[in-house]
């Protein structure tokens, strides 16, 4: 198994669709921390305009790396489907493309066996694509910008408020925070990967994984209740953000942020219950689609 696994990383280390992935990361990192060194207390000061005018911030302090990663992966976790897409949705029908998968299947390993390895491949090239933007989005800008206490600005229905995480604070939110995106990411390369089974080349399941995830993501953004209660909690795209949870710190009755607390735990732990379910799901059908797969033809 693990003699295969290798195989198979490699199989991915060779595509140049592996480093687009990684490039784009970079780029959409760097232009972002460009720009705000450059000018990112006017971003700062719009984003003040929605709370109390007399709210005294120090915009130097405010402009750190722990904030500038936090802005980051707003943008960049909506955008790394698609480059997850780019390895998973070619995981089996680039085999069938190329002609190889027959080969495959004559050697001693069970088709289950190939589905889980290639999963398992996939799994880990969505950790090291995580890596690669936890250097570039954190490690990156706390060297550009510095360190210190991170501002949260949130909107709560018609209230808006900042909160202050301190220092010490901080890193553990981060750790949690690529955890969960690794689950919720697992669950498009679990989805790339069936409709790969179904195709017999790439770029079909690659581009059908992202229509989903764009079709997904603008309905689960639709505040309508007949959606709100009976779509989007069967809907994944509804639990891609839940990694923000980490951030929105727990406070007293009078307002004071409470160290090393979560506002709303429950819901995070809910996420990721249903996230990991729909992994299960996914790959219990990939497999069983695999299984009946008739490759002689």
């Given at each position: ?197 179904y195709a017999e080349n790439s770029i079909g399941p690659i581009i059908a994984t ?88």
């Open positions: 198994m693990w003699s295969l696994l290798q195989i198979e990383l490699y199989k991915i280390a060779k595509r140049p669709r592996t480093y687009i992935a990684f490039a784009a990361i970079a780029a959409i990192a760097f232009i972002f921390q460009f720009a705000f060194k450059a000018d990112g207390a006017s971003y700062i000061k719009l984003m003040l305009q929605t709370v109390d005018e007399s709210f005294d911030l120090d915009l130097q302090k405010s402009m750190n790396g722990y904030f500038m990663c936090y802005i980051i992966l707003n943008t960049l976790l909506i955008q790394v489907p698609i480059l997850v897409a780019l390895v998973a949705g070619d995981a089996v029908s680039g085999e069938a493309n190329m002609g190889t998968l027959r080969l495959i299947l004559t050697k001693p390993i069970s088709r289950t066996q190939l589905i889980l390895i290639k999963f398992l491949a996939s799994f880990i090239f969505t950790v090291l694509l995580l890596i690669w933007m936890a250097i570039t989005a954190l490690v990156f800008s706390l060297l550009i910008f510095g360190a210190n206490d991170m501002l949260i600005f949130r909107n709560r229905g018609q209230e808006s408020m900042i909160l202050q995480i301190t220092q010490d604070d901080i890193w553990w939110r981060y750790l949690a925070a690529f955890a969960y995106a690794a689950v919720a990411l697992t669950v498009i390369a679990a989805l790339s990967m069936l409709l790969s089974v992202v229509c989903i995830v764009i079709v997904c993501t603008v309905i689960s953004n639709i505040n309508v209740p007949v959606i709100d209660k009976h779509v989007k909690p069967w809907l994944f795209t509804s639990y891609l953000v839940g990694w923000k949870g980490f951030f929105y710190i727990g406070t007293t009755d009078d307002g004071q942020p409470i160290k090393g607390s979560i506002q709303n735990w429950t819901a995070i732990r809910n996420s990721l219950y249903i996230l990991v379910a729909h992994i299960a799901v996914l790959l219990g059908i990939t497999i069983a689609v695999f299984r009946k797969k008739d490759i002689l033809t």
